[in-house]
């Protein structure tokens, strides 16, 4: 069955970075896009990132282009987030995203 799950939360300030990693199992991860979302408190799910399935393309919603990068290891089957200058209004749960699957998610906080 399909498995996906999310590592790498964690407390973090303002301006500062953490890497997400996302490790899938139970499909061929190769072939198919992925996407990072996050709920943040009393909010709804918000789209944040997808990558395309060979990595060579990759979108972002407004509010964190520029400051996140998606990345992918096929070979790994791990799907990864890198968060850098943190704004208190990232403060989340983030979540892998494959067709109708999801995460358990992992908390990220950014808070001086």
């Known amino acids: 069955q399909v498995q996906l799950v999310e590592s790498g939360g964690g407390l973090a300030q303002p301006g500062g970075s953490l890497r997400l990693s996302c490790a899938a199992s139970?499909?061929?991860?190769?072939?198919?896009?992925m996407n990072w979302a996050r709920q943040a408190p009393g909010k709804g799910l918000e789209w944040v990132s997808n990558i395309y399935s060979d990595g060579s393309d990759t979108y972002y919603a407004d509010s964190v282009k520029g400051r996140f990068t998606i990345s992918r290891d096929n070979a790994k089957n791990t799907v990864y987030l890198q968060m850098n200058s943190l704004k208190p209004e990232d403060t989340a749960i983030y979540y892998c995203?494959?067709?109708?699957?999801w995460g358990q998610g992992t908390q990220v906080t950014v808070s001086s």
């Open positions: 139970g499909f061929t991860f190769s072939s198919y896009p």
């Open positions: 995203n494959h067709d109708q699957y």
